[in-house]
């Protein structure tokens, strides 16, 4: 099946700092997805990015399908930022596939 | 819009019982998934259901997971017996076939 790998793994930043989030994954995709998981567990959507950029606030991300990566950039964060970020997939069946996810903390 | 609900929110079993968990998708939603989240790892499906069909099943564990999606509206997911590595959350999610998964707040499981 398809693989996906994030980067970092784990990231601290202090309040006001920028970052990038990495996503990689291993075949073509219909779908790609960022969440971000709350300390409470709950998924929250960011993007539906299957390809091109988008913007939300202080949020952004861009997918290149043609070399399988995503990124996701985080401007001026916010200890409200801190969670877990996932990047997933779906290659036409639908249902997703995950990465590792990375851990964001950030500090006052 | 009312969002994916779950139920219960948490619960505690010891090994070898059963347990039950519900979920209602959102309205007109004919997808829904189940997944499954280790703790430190990223969500893996369990099952699809298109309506009330099962689209696929391939990574639940039949031998002690069994769902389903009476009606093509809400679902529930049993386990029997539990054994403790099956303690994770088990998280709803449902789509409109179009784009985007919506998921719900999940049911952590503890299996002593």
């Known amino acids: 099946g398809i693989q996906v790998e994030q980067s970092p793994p784990d990231l601290i930043l202090q309040e006001g700092a920028n970052s990038t989030l990495r996503c990689n994954f291993s075949?073509?995709?219909?779908?790609l997805q960022w969440f971000h998981q709350n300390p409470w567990g709950q998924l929250i959507n960011l993007f539906y990015?299957?390809?091109g950029t988008k913007q939300n606030g202080r949020l952004s991300a861009t997918t290149v399908a043609t070399e399988r990566y995503s990124l996701l950039y985080i401007s001026s964060s916010q200890t409200t930022d801190s969670g877990v970020y996932f990047c997933?997939?779906?290659?036409?069946?639908?249902?997703?596939?995950f990465g590792s996810g990375t851990r964001l903390q950030v500090q006052p | 819009e009312a969002g994916v609900a779950q139920s219960p929110r948490y619960k505690i079993i010891e090994k070898r019982q059963s347990v039950a968990f519900w979920c209602n998708p959102i309205?007109?939603?004919?997808?829904l998934y189940w997944y499954q989240q280790i703790l430190g790892q990223g969500p893996k499906l369990l099952i699809q259901?298109?309506?009330?069909?099962?689209?696929?099943d391939s990574q639940l564990p039949k031998d002690r997971f069994s769902a389903e999606r009476l009606k093509g509206v809400d679902s529930t997911l049993k386990i029997q017996p539990a054994k403790l590595e099956d303690s994770a959350v088990y998280l709803c999610?449902?789509?409109?076939?179009?784009?985007?998964?919506?998921f719900g707040p999940g049911t952590r499981l503890l299996v002593l």
């Open positions: 990015i299957p390809s």
């Open positions: 309205s007109g939603h004919a997808t």
């Open positions: 075949d073509s995709v219909n779908n």
């Open positions: 997933a997939v779906d290659t036409g069946r639908r249902a997703l596939t």
């Open positions: 259901f298109q309506n009330n069909g099962v689209v696929d």
């Open positions: 999610a449902s789509g409109n076939g179009l784009e985007t998964q919506y």
